[in-house]
Structures are given as C-alpha cells and as structure tokens.
C-alpha cells in the first residue's frame, strides 16, 4: 500500500489561512477517492472534506463548507485542503485518508469507508 504524508500544519490566528499537502511520494493513487479528517482533543475524528479519483466531484462537511476546497494533482499523486477564514474551531490534527475502489466520480465521508491513513498535521488557531 502506498505511503501518505501530511504537510503544511501550523499556527495561525482566527482569519488566517493555511494549505494542507497529502503526498503519495509520487505514486498514482489510481481509482481512489481522498478524504480530510480533524480529530481536536478530547474528540472523535470527524469528517472534513473529500474529492473523488476524477478531480471533479466534491463533498464538504457542513461547517467548513464555503471556508475549505480540496482538490488534487492532475497526476493524482496529491491532494490539498485549501483552509481559509479558519476559526479556533478548527483547531485539530487533520488526517489524509484514500478510500480504493472507488468510481470516477464518487466521494466518501465515513471513516469506515477509508483504506489508507496518514499520520496527521496539527493546525492551530489562536483567538
């Protein structure tokens, strides 16, 4: 199975943005659809965002919705989540997740539904 790798966490203030990068190392990530999960402390990890194997289609939680875009190389390599207006809310460790066999077009939003796992970047906002 391939690796994940998150990168680009850090500490930012309420309204501040941040780009989070899932990379594969390079690897074709083929007919798999990504997903971005957040676990804040003393919570259960909740869905965030996901992007089918197509690039095309997207589904976002609803509190991040308008605020988040995820998206991926053409090359299907790696995948974003674009952080903006980011509240102390947000504040987690976000997971890259790849769910496989998956359709051209289709998205997933349960944990169960994900294969393969990063091990996660912490994102901090200050108030």
């Known amino acids: 199975q391939v690796q994940l790798v998150e990168s680009g966490g850090g500490l930012v203030q309420a309204g501040g943005s941040l780009r989070l990068a899932c990379d594969a190392s390079?690897?074709?990530?083929?007919?798999?659809?990504m997903g971005w999960f957040r676990q804040a402390p003393g919570k259960e990890r909740e869905f965030v965002a996901s992007i089918s194997w197509s690039g095309t289609n997207t589904i976002y939680q609803d509190s991040v919705k308008g605020r988040f875009d995820i998206s991926r190389t053409s090359a299907k390599t790696a995948v974003y989540l674009q952080m903006n207006s980011l509240k102390p809310e947000d504040t987690a460790v976000y997971y890259c997740?790849?769910?496989?066999?998956?359709?051209?077009?289709?998205?997933?939003?349960?944990?169960?539904?994900?294969?393969?796992w990063g091990q996660g970047t912490q994102v901090t906002v200050t108030s």
């Open positions: 390079g690897r074709y990530l083929a007919y798999f659809a």
């Open positions: 997740a790849a769910a496989r066999r998956t359709s051209w077009g289709e998205t997933r939003t349960e944990l169960s539904e994900y294969d393969l």
